[in-house]
Structures are given as structure tokens and as C-alpha cells.
């Protein structure tokens, strides 16, 4: 009996040491599979949480897309106050402003002889350039419209504009650099007629609406004065003068439909100017008196380019890419229209992927029988417009300052009679 019982005790013993056994293994797979769960768990949290931080940053670089409308005091503290002017004109003053995360700003203060002109350029520039993007156009931060302050808010800009490195003391850029930018700035022309959904004219290409950043990266700026317009029609038709003199296209002077190729005709007298680093009329230079376009075109005629290189200051090994730029300007201001190039051939041109055709005298209809050099300028001209200046011009009798717009205002009297 006592065998008996002591056999029981011991199976029972064991019995007892096989279910904690069970019971222990259960538990620590519980104990796995629940940590496994809170794993799990865990991760899905975190995933989730990164998702919905990465959805806030898309739809805020999304909303950054578009121009922000700024408050007069946000812009006032950011310009400490309007403090730190970095231009004006016509149009009104460009301030420099920081906010608060670092990004540095130009802030155009529009201001103008009526409230309607004003509002005008405003609804141009916000209406064009604040909804294109393109590496080589400023970009529109955002905007402030209220009853004191009408403002535009553009990336800021640190090597300024192009002018100041062609006809002031700072010409420190070789004629490399001067071609890459003249590259960018075609690039940027050619995206706002052919890339856009609405062709885009700017109507006021110039070096002093080219702005360079720190890098000199050209970037067209100033849409004060363009003009969306449907790709189906080729020419608007207009009530006046429109750009600045010695830039505008002939057309823009007359009363004949307008099309893209007025920011052709525009790019090549810009053009003219990154080659001779100088204005192409300056009546204070001795060696101004005869408009330099078309000296240029004399020299390339008769075979003396050489002699332009030297002149221009232009390095031996820089000649090829001086003769290109010479070449593609002449094309650009073209008399007719339709015989300059558009701005995507003009790039290729530049790049050199394209050969450039033997160009004709754009400057024909002012030698026959028209004096070639500019007829000195008025007082009233010289007092009220700065060489640099976006003008609107509604009066045929205004005086011209280069022979194109004498040719142009003969032909203007002669049509009305």
C-alpha cells in the first residue's frame, strides 16, 4: 500500500512539473506573440505618424506653390521697416526683407501716377510669372494687396541685375559667363512663348531685367508690362507704344498687330550689348556716335570682325563664341518679323548644336536714304525718361532716340496723311 501511494505521489509530482511545463511555454508564447503584436503595433504608429508628416510637407510645398498673400505688417517687419533699399523706378522701390526662417526676399512696393496703372501691373505680374515656374525666371514668393500697400514678393536676387556688370565699373564677367548668360536668359524667353500653357510675351526684355544670383544664374524679371495671350492667336493687337526705347521692337511702335518675336527683336539688341559690354546708344562716348548695332553689322559685312574683337575688348580664344553672339543678334533684329528666329532655335543657336545661316542686313530700311546714327534727344526726354526706364508711349510726335524709331516715326506720318 505504501508503494502504492508513494508511486502516486511521484506520477502526481511529475504531472505537476509537465503542466507548469505547458503552462510556462504557453505563456512565454503569449508573451511573444503579444510583444510581437506591440511591435507591430508600434511600427504602424510610427509608420502612420510618417506619412502624415510626409503628407502635411507635400501639401505644404503645395500651397508654397502658389503666391502667398502676405500682410503689409508681416512685410514691414520682415524689411525692418523698408530699411535696406536695393532700387527704384518708374514702377516704385525694391526693399530687402528676411523672414524669420532664413529666407531672404526682394519686395517690390508698387507705386505709379494712378491707381489703375497700379493695379494693372499688379494683376500682369501675379497673372503671369505667379503661376510658371522655370529655373532661369524669378520666382513670385507671394503678394500683399491692401489699401496702403501694394507689394510683390520675389526671391532675392544677390548678384543683382545684369546691367551693372556691362555698363558700370564692375565688369569683372568674362565673355564665357556673359555667354552662359545670355544662354539662360533665351532659355527662360523660349519657356514663356513655347512651354507655358498661355504663350507669355514680356514685352521688356533689357540687362536691367535680368537679375543674377549668387551664382550668376540669369533670371528674367519685371513682368510689369507682359501679356498672356492663346496660343491660337498669333498677333494682339495694342493701343500704344509699349517697352522701353532702344529695346522695343519697330512693330511696337506702330500700329500693326504684335506677336512673341517683339522679345526676339528685344533679345538681340540685349544681345548687342553683352558684345560690346556698353550701351548701344550712349551719346556721352565719343566712339557712340554711330549706333553700335549697326556698326557691328558694318564690320561683320565687310569682313572685319577683328577689328570688333578688338574694340570690345574680347579675348583671341573667346572669338567663336563673340562671332556666334554677333551672328544670332543680327538674325534677332531682323526688320520683318518673321524672319527672326524663335527663342528655342535661338538657344540651340547659342549652344552652338545648330549652324548659324549667313544673316541679312536688318538695318536696310535705314540706310536707304535714312540717316544712320541717332538724332540727339530732346530735354524733355533726356528730364523725364532715364535710359533704363518701361515707358507706355501714346504720342506719335514723341522723339525717338535710335534710327529705328526716326524710320519708324517717318513711316508713322506718312501713313496718316
Known amino acids: 500500500m505504501s508503494t502504492s501511494t508513494s508511486d502516486g505521489t511521484e506520477f502526481g509530482a511529475i504531472g505537476a512539473v509537465i503542466l507548469l511545463v505547458v503552462v510556462g511555454v504557453k505563456v512565454g508564447i503569449l508573451i511573444c506573440v503579444c510583444r510581437k503584436r506591440n511591435q507591430n503595433d508600434s511600427k504602424v504608429g510610427v509608420d502612420s505618424q510618417f506619412l502624415t508628416l510626409t503628407m502635411d510637407k507635400f501639401l505644404n510645398d ?19 521697416n523698408y530699411s535696406n533699399l536695393l532700387g527704384s523706378g518708374g514702377f ?3 526693399y530687402k526683407g528676411v523672414f524669420n526662417n532664413g529666407t531672404m526676399v526682394a519686395v517690390k512696393v508698387l507705386r505709379g501716377s494712378s491707381d489703375k496703372k497700379i493695379e494693372e501691373q499688379f494683376m500682369a505680374e501675379v ?6 515656374h522655370h529655373f532661369n525666371l524669378v520666382r513670385l514668393y507671394g503678394f500683399c494687396f491692401e489699401r496702403n500697400l501694394i507689394a510683390l514678393v520675389y526671391e532675392y536676387m544677390g548678384n543683382g541685375s545684369l546691367d551693372r556688370y556691362l555698363f ?3 565688369k569683372t564677367l568674362g565673355y564665357e559667363k556673359l555667354h552662359e548668360i545670355a544662354i539662360g536668359t533665351a532659355r527662360g524667353i523660349a519657356y514663356l512663348h513655347e512651354e507655358c500653357q498661355h504663350r507669355i510675351i514680356h514685352y521688356d526684355i533689357k540687362p536691367e531685367n535680368i537679375l543674377l544670383d549668387r551664382n550668376f544664374n540669369p533670371k528674367v524679371a519685371d513682368f510689369g508690362l507682359a501679356k498672356l495671350c492663346n496660343r491660337n492667336n498669333t498677333h494682339i493687337t495694342m493701343t500704344g507704344g509699349r517697352g522701353t526705347p532702344g529695346y522695343a521692337a519697330p512693330e511696337l511702335w506702330m500700329p500693326f498687330p504684335i506677336t512673341h518675336k517683339c522679345d526676339v527683336y528685344s533679345f538681340g539688341m540685349l544681345l548687342f550689348e553683352i558684345i560690346g559690354r556698353r550701351r548701344n546708344l550712349d551719346i556721352k562716348l565719343s566712339e557712340s556716335q554711330e549706333w553700335f548695332p549697326i556698326w557691328v553689322w558694318k564690320k561683320f559685312d565687310a569682313g572685319h570682325l577683328g577689328e570688333l574683337i578688338i574694340v570690345c575688348g ?13 551672328k544670332i ?5 531682323q ?3 518673321e524672319l527672326r528666329p524663335i527663342m528655342s532655335v ?3 543657336m547659342l549652344e552652338g548644336s545648330v549652324e548659324i545661316p549667313e544673316p541679312m542686313n536688318p538695318f536696310q530700311h535705314l540706310m536707304d536714304g535714312v540717316v544712320a546714327h541717332p538724332i540727339p534727344v530732346s530735354e524733355t526726354y533726356t528730364a523725364s525718361i532715364s535710359p533704363a526706364s518701361s515707358v507706355m508711349v501714346n504720342d506719335s510726335s514723341f522723339v525717338c532716340a535710335t534710327p529705328v524709331m526716326i524710320k519708324y516715326e517717318i513711316e508713322l506720318a506718312a501713313s496718316s496723311v
Do not use: S
Not at 500682410?71 to 517687419?77: A, P
Not at 497673372?127 to 510658371?132: L, P, V
Not at 543678334?329 to 533684329?333: D, N, P, R, S
Open 346 to 348: 535661338v538657344v540651340k
Open 335 to 337: 526688320y520683318r518679323p
Open 92 to 94: 516704385g522701390a525694391v
Open 314 to 326: 574680347i579675348e583671341e580664344k573667346k572669338k567663336e563664341i563673340a562671332e556666334r553672339m554677333v
Open 329 to 333: 543678334a543680327l538674325w534677332c533684329v
Open 62 to 80: 503645395m500651397e508654397r506653390e502658389k503666391p502667398i498673400r502676405f500682410t503689409g505688417q508681416q512685410l514691414r517687419i520682415a524689411t525692418d
Open 168 to 170: 558700370h565699373e564692375n
Open 127 to 132: 497673372g503671369t510669372i505667379g503661376r510658371i
